[in-house]
């Protein structure tokens, strides 16, 4: 989710309780249908998003040398996904609309999770990372596996507290504010992870403008910053380390799984660089799917 985003945008409960009430009784066809209308009355008027979304769309343009789709499809896309979200987090979601893309990650992935052997997950903001949650939540069958999530909590206060009014509450548990994290909390996040747990964190998020703090790779063809940190934590656990997108694809969405280092026992520099290589790969297939309504280049 992105701040910029959610600054323009007023989370009524009522809007959400009404997009719900739809999706379980009409489906979601419908319900897409109804945002398209909303969005499109309150588009003009969300001009920090869609300046984002431009510039993003050129760099995507010029990278791939193919003509991307307009703004208005981009923040569709956006729009989307929230309802979908908000969908998944109530229970509405049809989890059969999830496409599996790469089986053999994703099986190997689960059953590191149900065998209780601790993993770190690097997730990223293209495509909906939350339906992920839900996702790998109903898998855990009764294990003792923990979902452990680190976020910007600030950027989505008023949208999680109407998540949280609306289903989903089991989920809320094991969410932590990365602003939080420091040597005490890192220490009980690696107790967990011998104790099975999968630790999750956004690998395309700064959270410091000092150059010491983030990697800088060549992104859709200009420079662009990763967090170290996210990275470092991820080699110190010795934990096998994975990534996952949830990319929405015509009222479907496809699940890609990858493994960056199936040990543990790896380098944060080249764990980073592999993931840059990634999601500039995911991004190249799904640019509707990029939510990082920021300036993500240097």
């Given at each position: ?7 323009e945008?007023?989370v ?5 309780r009404?997009l ?7 489906g ?14 309150s588009?003009p ?28 499809t ?8 929230l ?15 999830v496409r ?5 990650a ?23 990372f939350?339906?992920?949650?839900v ?5 855990r ?23 949280l ?6 989920l809320?548990?094991?969410?932590h ?6 040597p ?19 690998g ?11 990697y800088?790779?060549?992104f859709?063809?200009?420079?662009a ?6 990275f ?6 010795g934990?096998?380390?994975y ?6 694809n015509?009222g ?12 543990g026992?790896e ?16 991004c ?6 990029w ?6 280049w240097i």
């Open positions: 989710m992105c701040a910029r985003v959610n600054s945008t007023h009524s409960g009522v809007g959400i009404l719900l009430w739809v999706y379980r009784h009409c979601q066809r419908v319900c897409r249908f109804l945002v398209a209308c909303v969005l499109a009355f588009y008027f969300l001009r920090k998003a869609r300046v984002a979304s431009a510039r993003f769309r050129r760099q995507w343009s010029e990278f791939t040398g193919r003509k991307s789709r307009g703004g208005f981009h923040l569709r896309t956006f729009a989307y996904t309802a979908d979200r908000l969908a998944c987090r109530a229970g509405l979601f049809d989890m059969e609309r599996v893309c790469t089986p053999a994703y099986e190997e992935l689960t059953r590191l999770y149900r065998q209780g052997c601790g993993v770190f997950c690097i997730t990223s903001h293209l495509g909906c939350d339906m992920l949650r996702l790998f939540d109903c898998t069958q009764d294990m003792p596996g923990e979902i452990h999530v680190f976020m910007d909590t600030t950027a989505t206060q008023a949208f999680a507290r109407q998540q009014r609306f289903g989903g509450r089991g809320e548990t094991f969410v504010a990365v602003q939080d994290l420091g005490g909390l890192s220490m009980q996040m690696a107790q967990k992870v011998e104790q099975g747990a999968m630790v999750v964190m956004a395309d998020r700064i959270w410091r403008d000092d150059k010491k703090a983030n800088v790779f060549p859709l063809g200009r420079d910053c990763f967090p170290r940190g996210c470092r934590w991820a080699a110190s656990l934990c096998p380390v990534s996952f997108c949830l990319a929405e015509g479907l969405y496809d699940l890609h799984v990858e493994c960056l280092s199936p040990e026992e380098k944060a520099e080249p764990l980073a660089r592999r993931f840059a290589h990634l999601l500039q790969t995911l190249s297939t799904y640019p509707s799917n939510f990082n309504f920021y300036n993500f």
